[in-house]
């Protein structure tokens, strides 16, 4: 099992920054790639950004490439999100996943944090 705490969350402006973050216990942080998932009132989950167990990989939505950035602190069994130039758009309930190394599902969630942005 792995636990998953995210925190960051809160009320910004358009254009301003948050940075997410994720704590994970449990089993080895290092052994299991992450993600950040997001879903706004209405609309389905979507993935946000990933990246993998090494931290050599990661991926990111269009709608946010150039805004975000994921990385990774596995001596602190973190993973963070930081999310610049926000939008309104990306106000939704952020949360992070993580799945083991080879795997193609995401087991493990933790509770999510809500991001708001709004003038």
């Known amino acids: 099992q792995v636990q998953l705490v995210e925190s960051g969350g809160g009320l910004v402006q358009p254009g301003g920054s948050l940075r997410l973050s994720c704590t994970a216990s449990g089993r080895t942080f290092s052994n299991h790639d992450m993600g950040w998932f997001r879903q706004a009132p209405g609309k389905e989950r979507e993935i946000v950004a990933a990246i993998y167990w090494s931290g050599g990989y990661t991926s990111y939505a269009d709608s946010v490439k150039g805004r975000f950035t994921i990385s990774r602190d596995n001596a602190k069994n973190t993973v963070y999100l930081q999310m610049n130039s926000l939008k309104v758009e990306d106000s939704a309930v952020y949360y992070c996943?993580?799945?083991?190394?080879?795997?193609?599902?995401?087991?493990?969630w933790g509770q999510g944090t809500q991001v708001s942005v709004a003038s």
């Open positions: 996943a993580a799945r083991i190394r080879g795997s193609a599902v995401y087991a493990y």
